[in-house]
């Protein structure tokens, strides 16, 4: 765990803070010590920054030298955590063990990775044969830029490789990036032989075919719910096929799909039989056809395992496309394409730094000598491109080829030193390639074949260097011959395009400036971002416990919910989501709502939690709503869409959806209770849907301590029925709820919430209250609705009106009802008055002043007031008066 990570605190032995952030010092409550630099970490996050811990700094702390005295230590320890649970209170109550589940079963090791992934939004586990550095190959630099892509998204990220030394440069550099780096021997997706326990990581990626059949046995057996996606780096069988088919003198042809160069390739070796008897192919070249169709096939099946695959090139996705079409992959594979990756800034800071085209001398091939295709670029450069260019006139004095790679050459190299009297100059490995590409005026890219794209021309781009290349080193890399890049195939032609461009300043400067913006508008870390989000919004759609994690730690992170009023139900805004271990062993129960007509679904509140068309499967529907805590229940029509809803849904709201001739009225609609009482409470149906309530205690016994005037109201039967009229009284910011007794509505309750009475066992014996407060009660009211009435004009609303106001015009009119939240509708005369009125039933009667009233009213309003019901009001303090009278009662009968 030596890495670069976000913590809750750093301690003041060791820290290193911007001056700006610390102006104002240490908080004084902890004067003259202690507490005074973890509160201050708190407050760094609240305030959106990170604390973050860097295990390569070294510090000589002396312990115990300002106080030495361990009675003080101890008191001034114990008073000042006191002031710092005071001041934290709402955020710590959310920090550990609410957050992390199955605490106490779970290994040492399990125990530490819950609490340094706590900060992040989901953990991946991304698995590789090789760690990976920045200085080794293009396809190293690609996995060390992707790994940085997912860790800026929020993800916490464990890399396991087979060769992993912790003391190592390429381990150290992802430890510096904030990647947790472990061996293969040390990593442990399982507990033992009990697979049923759900695995660490959100997501798997797997880097390259050979890795992946290496983990695949591993990752079958233990985290098989999890979504694996397979990052190619190339197709592997695309290029096995490209060097075999060179081997035997044939051209991979670009214009034919993949299927025709595989019987081309076949028909050469074994000629055109239906079978193989009697053909002239020997016995290496039939080993060699089966080993690679034996490759072929085990990374189709690897792709095939994964829910995701990732290319490098719209050639491959053309490719996995042909595969899809001849059913050799699963045609619902999704494949997304994320290429070579190249820092923005960094793009922008070596185009400034490059040299002109003056200072610069010779030209440069690089390639890993382990990697097949530059041997054969190299054969192909110094034997036929070489002598061509040695044998022209116009070569100058200067040109020489400099060849950088790391890996052991082929012996053939090590008598080569100069070709024709051009030198040849062999660097080895260069650990900063950027020295040689700011000194080398052409770079070459002579492959005859390969697959994915070429790190090699993107490097040389990025430096200023114009590259000369083949059409198979450029392919899916978005260059235009002779815009971009110079492209030649054959030695002659290839010759002559390195010296046009070595000697021509005008064509350098063109190529040279397209192909810098071609990389950056194609190659970037912004670009490679934009491709991820894409997986990820794919995985978000498709899994739903993925949904759940990623959902439910964004609101983390961003301090949405609950817990801390200023950041969140996730204390200080950066909390692990809260059921990170799902129990897939529990099924949550969900009842069957049968009042609902076939025609009709739940009404939503702002949107729903999905839709999905024509889900052929009840049991599909019911999995998904399962599996995302925040689903409250579904409707579901297999002919029509099915509606997920994630509010406080309701058997009293419904919608009618289904008509005949326009929608199949097929429609079955459940529920879960549990989630409903746990889910936001928003109220449309009375002109403010911006007012909605949080729960604010879970005690099924206790209340809030209610005042002589709290008013009280007899069982009203659903929450929505007391939120209804919370939000119509005025006054009313607070209500505690029980269905099968009183409902107390609070204009003024104790803060902080921690004043309750026990309330149900010695008056009522009825446990199940819920306590809500509005979440901002100073709130914008929504603009209300107002429906004319069609009536004489003499005729007024017979109920008594609840003030009333003297010659307003019918905006001013509308204007007082507005802001009155009791009043239901008015009744307005230009000359006469304006009455306020506080209806449930709306009957008119006739007035005997002069005709001229025009009467409006508030039908969603109106509507609410009637779901409410007629129950009878009392007080708190009539209440108690009546049960101490009934008790007095009940004593005179014991007496007597």
């Given at each position: 765990?030596?890495?670069?990570?976000?913590?809750?605190?750093?301690?003041?032995?060791?820290?290193?803070?911007?001056?700006?952030?610390?102006?104002?010092?240490?908080?004084?409550?902890?004067?003259?010590?202690?507490?005074?630099?973890?509160?201050?970490?708190?407050?760094?996050?609240?305030?959106?920054?990170?604390?973050?811990?860097?295990?390569?700094?070294?510090?000589?702390?002396?312990?115990?030298?300002?106080?030495?005295?361990?009675?003080?230590?101890?008191?001034?320890?114990?008073?000042?955590?006191?002031?710092?649970?005071?001041?934290?209170?709402?955020?710590?109550?959310?920090?550990?063990?609410?957050?992390?589940?199955?605490?106490?079963?779970?290994?040492?090791?399990?125990?530490?990775?819950?609490?340094?992934?706590?900060?992040?939004?989901?953990?991946?586990?991304?698995?590789?044969?090789?760690?990976?550095?920045?200085?080794?190959?293009?396809?190293?630099?690609?996995?060390?830029?992707?790994?940085?892509?997912?860790?800026?998204?929020?993800?916490?990220?464990?890399?396991?490789?087979?060769?992993?030394?912790?003391?190592?440069?390429?381990?150290?550099?992802?430890?510096?990036?904030?990647?947790?780096?472990?061996?293969?021997?040390?990593?442990?997706?399982?507990?033992?032989?009990?697979?049923?326990?759900?695995?660490?990581?959100?997501?798997?990626?797997?880097?390259?075919?050979?890795?992946?059949?290496?983990?695949?046995?591993?990752?079958?057996?233990?985290?098989?719910?999890?979504?694996?996606?397979?990052?190619?780096?190339?197709?592997?069988?695309?290029?096995?096929?490209?060097?075999?088919?060179?081997?035997?003198?044939?051209?991979?042809?670009?214009?034919?799909?993949?299927?025709?160069?595989?019987?081309?390739?076949?028909?050469?070796?074994?000629?055109?039989?239906?079978?193989?008897?009697?053909?002239?192919?020997?016995?290496?070249?039939?080993?060699?056809?089966?080993?690679?169709?034996?490759?072929?096939?085990?990374?189709?099946?690897?792709?095939?395992?994964?829910?995701?695959?990732?290319?490098?090139?719209?050639?491959?996705?053309?490719?996995?496309?042909?595969?899809?079409?001849?059913?050799?992959?699963?045609?619902?594979?999704?494949?997304?394409?994320?290429?070579?990756?190249?820092?923005?800034?960094?793009?922008?800071?070596?185009?400034?730094?490059?040299?002109?085209?003056?200072?610069?001398?010779g030209c440069l091939f690089v390639g890993n000598w382990e990697h097949t295709p530059n041997v054969d670029a190299v054969q192909f450069l110094i034997h036929e491109i070489l002598p061509q260019i040695a044998n022209n006139s116009e070569t100058p004095s200067d040109f020489a080829l400099h060849i950088v790679g790391a890996g052991e050459p082929p012996r053939w190299m090590n008598d080569i030193h100069d070709i024709g009297g051009i030198p040849v100059v062999m660097h080895g490995f260069v650990k900063d390639l950027?020295?040689?590409?700011?000194?080398?005026?052409?770079?070459?890219?002579?492959?005859?074949?390969?697959?994915?794209?070429?790190?090699?021309?993107?490097?040389?781009?990025?430096?200023?260097?114009?590259?000369?290349?083949?059409?198979?080193?450029?392919?899916?890399?978005?260059?235009?011959?002779?815009?971009?890049?110079?492209?030649?195939?054959?030695?002659?032609?290839?010759?002559?395009?390195?010296?046009?461009?070595?000697?021509?300043?005008?064509?350098?400067?063109?190529?040279?400036?397209?192909?810098?913006?071609?990389?950056?508008?194609?190659?970037?870390?912004?670009?490679?971002?934009?491709?991820?989000?894409?997986?990820?919004?794919?995985?978000?759609?498709?899994?739903?416990?993925?949904?759940?994690?990623?959902?439910?730690?964004?609101?983390?992170?961003?301090?949405?919910?609950?817990?801390?009023?200023?950041?969140?139900?996730?204390?200080?805004?950066?909390?692990?989501?809260?059921?990170?271990?799902?129990?897939?062993?529990?099924?949550?129960?969900?009842?069957?709502?049968?009042?609902?007509?076939?025609?009709?679904?739940?009404?939503?509140?702002?949107?729903?939690?999905?839709?999905?068309?024509?889900?052929?499967?009840?049991?599909?529907?019911?999995?998904?709503?399962?599996?995302?805590?925040?689903?409250?229940?579904?409707?579901?029509?297999?002919?029509?869409?099915?509606?997920?809803?994630?509010?406080?849904?309701?058997?009293?709201?419904?919608?009618?959806?289904?008509?005949?001739?326009?929608?199949?009225?097929?429609?079955?609609?459940?529920?879960?209770?549990?989630?409903?009482?746990?889910?936001?409470?928003?109220?449309?149906?009375?002109?403010?849907?911006?007012?909605?309530?949080?729960?604010?205690?879970?005690?099924?016994?206790?209340?809030?301590?209610?005042?002589?005037?709290?008013?009280?109201?007899?069982?009203?039967?659903?929450?929505?029925?007391?939120?209804?009229?919370?939000?119509?009284?005025?006054?009313?910011?607070?209500?505690?709820?029980?269905?099968?007794?009183?409902?107390?509505?609070?204009?003024?309750?104790?803060?902080?919430?921690?004043?309750?009475?026990?309330?149900?066992?010695?008056?009522?014996?009825?446990?199940?209250?819920?306590?809500?407060?509005?979440?901002?009660?100073?709130?914008?009211?929504?603009?209300?609705?107002?429906?004319?009435?069609?009536?004489?004009?003499?005729?007024?609303?017979?109920?008594?009106?609840?003030?009333?106001?003297?010659?307003?015009?019918?905006?001013?009119?509308?204007?007082?009802?507005?802001?009155?939240?009791?009043?239901?509708?008015?009744?307005?005369?230009?000359?006469?008055?304006?009455?306020?009125?506080?209806?449930?039933?709306?009957?008119?009667?006739?007035?005997?002043?002069?005709?001229?009233?025009?009467?409006?009213?508030?039908?969603?309003?109106?509507?609410?007031?009637?779901?409410?019901?007629?129950?009878?009001?009392?007080?708190?303090?009539?209440?108690?008066?009546?049960?101490?009278?009934?008790?007095?009662?009940?004593?005179?009968?014991?007496?007597?």
């Amino acid at each position: 765990f030596r890495y670069v990570r976000p913590i809750d605190y750093g301690s003041a032995a060791c820290i290193l803070i911007r001056r700006e952030l610390i102006i104002g010092g240490f908080d004084e409550k902890y004067r003259p010590a202690y507490y005074e630099d973890t509160d201050l970490s708190m407050t760094l996050r609240r305030s959106g920054n990170r604390v973050l811990y860097q295990p390569f700094a070294v510090a000589m702390h002396k312990g115990s030298t300002t106080y030495n005295n361990q009675s003080l230590k101890d008191d001034l320890m114990v008073k000042n955590r006191r002031v710092f649970t005071r001041k934290w209170s709402n955020s710590l109550q959310c920090h550990y063990s609410r957050l992390i589940t199955n605490w106490n079963n779970q290994p040492l090791r399990r125990r530490i990775l819950q609490l340094v992934s706590r900060l992040s939004v989901f953990r991946i586990i991304f698995l590789d044969w090789n760690v990976p550095c920045f200085d080794r190959d293009s396809g190293s630099l690609r996995t060390i830029n992707l790994i940085r892509v997912l860790l800026s998204l929020g993800a916490h990220v464990t890399f396991v490789a087979t060769d992993v030394v912790y003391d190592n440069s390429c381990v150290y550099q992802l430890n510096w990036l904030g990647v947790h780096v472990i061996k293969q021997k040390h990593f442990d997706l399982g507990w033992g032989d009990d697979i049923e326990v759900p695995c660490d990581y959100d997501i798997i990626f797997v880097s390259r075919r050979n890795s992946f059949a290496m983990w695949k046995p591993l990752l079958e057996h233990t985290c098989f719910k999890t979504p694996i996606v397979f990052d190619t780096v190339d197709l592997h069988f695309l290029r096995e096929l490209r060097e075999l088919m060179a081997t035997e003198g044939i051209n991979y042809e670009h214009s034919l799909n993949l299927s025709n160069n595989i019987v081309r390739f076949k028909n050469h070796i074994f000629g055109s039989h239906d079978t193989f008897q009697g053909t002239t192919a020997t016995k290496e070249q039939t080993f060699q056809y089966w080993k690679w169709l034996r490759r072929f096939s085990e990374e189709i099946s690897l792709m095939n395992r994964s829910i995701a695959t990732i290319v490098v090139s719209p050639i491959e996705i053309e490719i996995i496309r042909e595969l899809k079409a001849m059913r050799r992959l699963r045609s619902e594979l999704a494949v997304f394409h994320i290429s070579n990756i190249h820092d923005d800034e960094i793009l922008d800071d070596l185009n400034t730094r490059a040299t002109n085209f003056q200072q610069r001398k010779g030209c440069l091939f690089v390639g890993n000598w382990e990697h097949t295709p530059n041997v054969d670029a190299v054969q192909f450069l110094i034997h036929e491109i070489l002598p061509q260019i040695a044998n022209n006139s116009e070569t100058p004095s200067d040109f020489a080829l400099h060849i950088v790679g790391a890996g052991e050459p082929p012996r053939w190299m090590n008598d080569i030193h100069d070709i024709g009297g051009i030198p040849v100059v062999m660097h080895g490995f260069v650990k900063d390639l950027g020295t040689i590409l700011q000194q080398v005026r052409v770079a070459v890219a002579p492959l005859r074949y390969g697959a994915g794209v070429k790190g090699k021309v993107n490097s040389a781009m990025i430096h200023g260097v114009p590259v000369v290349a083949t059409p198979m080193a450029i392919e899916g890399m978005f260059l235009t011959p002779n815009v971009d890049v110079i492209v030649a195939e054959t030695g002659p032609l290839f010759a002559t395009s390195i010296l046009d461009l070595y000697l021509n300043y005008d064509l350098w400067m063109k190529i040279r400036t397209a192909a810098f913006l071609n990389v950056k508008k194609h190659f970037s870390v912004s670009t490679a971002k934009r491709g991820m989000h894409k997986l990820l919004d794919f995985l978000y759609v498709n899994d739903p416990h993925l949904r759940h994690v990623i959902a439910d730690g964004t609101r983390a992170v961003k301090g949405a919910g609950n817990c801390d009023r200023e950041t969140g139900r996730y204390g200080i805004g950066a909390i692990v989501p809260s059921n990170r271990i799902v129990n897939d062993s529990f099924i949550t129960q969900f009842e069957h709502a049968v009042t609902i007509p076939k025609n009709s679904v739940f009404e939503a509140d702002s949107t729903y939690l999905e839709s999905i068309w024509a889900l052929s499967s009840m049991d599909d529907a019911r999995s998904r709503c399962h599996a995302d805590r925040a689903c409250t229940g579904w409707c579901w029509n297999p002919m029509d869409w099915t509606f997920f809803y994630f509010n406080a849904i309701s058997h009293k709201r419904i919608q009618e959806r289904g008509k005949l001739g326009k929608f199949p009225p097929g429609w079955t609609c459940w529920f879960q209770h549990d989630r409903i009482r746990n889910a936001p409470r928003f109220v449309r149906d009375d002109g403010y849907s911006n007012v909605h309530f949080d729960i604010t205690s879970h005690f099924s016994y206790r209340i809030y301590k209610p005042k002589s005037s709290t008013i009280l109201e007899r069982k009203l039967v659903t929450s929505d029925d007391a939120q209804r009229r919370c939000i119509i009284n005025y006054d009313c910011i607070a209500y505690c709820h029980n269905p099968r007794d009183w409902t107390f509505f609070y204009d003024d309750i104790p803060s902080p919430f921690d004043i309750m009475i026990e309330w149900g066992d010695s008056l009522n014996n009825s446990p199940g209250w819920t306590c809500y407060k509005r979440h901002k009660f100073a709130v914008k009211l929504a603009k209300p609705e107002f429906v004319k009435v069609q009536r004489p004009s003499n005729y007024v609303y017979g109920e008594a009106y609840i003030t009333e106001s003297l010659k307003l015009n019918n905006q001013q009119a509308q204007t007082l009802c507005a802001k009155n939240r009791r009043c239901t509708g008015y009744c307005n005369h230009p000359r006469e008055y304006t009455w306020i009125y506080e209806m449930k039933q709306g009957a008119i009667k006739q007035h005997r002043s002069p005709p001229g009233w025009d009467c409006y009213i508030r039908p969603k309003l109106l509507e609410s007031i009637r779901k409410g019901g007629s129950n009878k009001q009392t007080t708190y303090e009539a209440l108690t008066r009546k049960e101490k009278g009934e008790n007095d009662k009940e004593k005179v009968r014991t007496i007597i």
